[in-house]
């Protein structure tokens, strides 16, 4: 069984940082691709930011130079640094992997239980 954990998510004013972290365990073999995705109500799940597992990154244009993605590919650990937060930012943070497991030939996507992130004005 493989498992992505969120955490860091949190309550913060606009203007302020906050770190989450997703780390994946499990009977993992290779992580491709690591990302995050937000979904606020009423909305549809959107990309935050990826990261390849060579460290090139992709982020989105509301998100570009204020957000920061990361890993650490010993501790399978993915980052997201968000600074500079609005409060359209407010959202259920997703973790998401793309991974493949032990005796697998192919990757798949799995996903975190999300993770709240509230951006008060």
């Known amino acids: 069984q493989v498992q992505l954990v969120e955490s860091g998510g949190g309550l913060v004013q606009a203007g302020g940082s906050l770190r989450l972290s997703c780390a994946a365990s499990?009977?993992?073999?290779?992580?491709?691709?690591m990302a995050w995705y937000r979904q606020a109500p009423g909305l549809q799940r959107e990309l935050v930011a990826l990261?390849?597992?060579?460290?090139?990154?992709n982020y989105a244009d509301s998100v570009k130079g204020r957000f920061t993605i990361s890993r650490d590919n010993a501790k399978n650990t993915v980052y997201l640094q968000m600074n500079s937060l609005k409060p359209e930012d407010t959202a259920v943070y997703y973790c998401?992997?793309?991974?493949?497991?032990?005796?697998?030939?192919?990757?798949?996507?799995?996903w975190g239980q999300g993770t709240q992130v509230t951006v008060s004005s």
């Open positions: 998401n992997g793309n991974l493949r497991e032990w005796f697998s030939g192919t990757y798949s996507d799995y």
């Open positions: 499990g009977n993992i073999f290779r992580i491709n691709a």
């Open positions: 990261i390849t597992s060579g460290g090139t990154t």
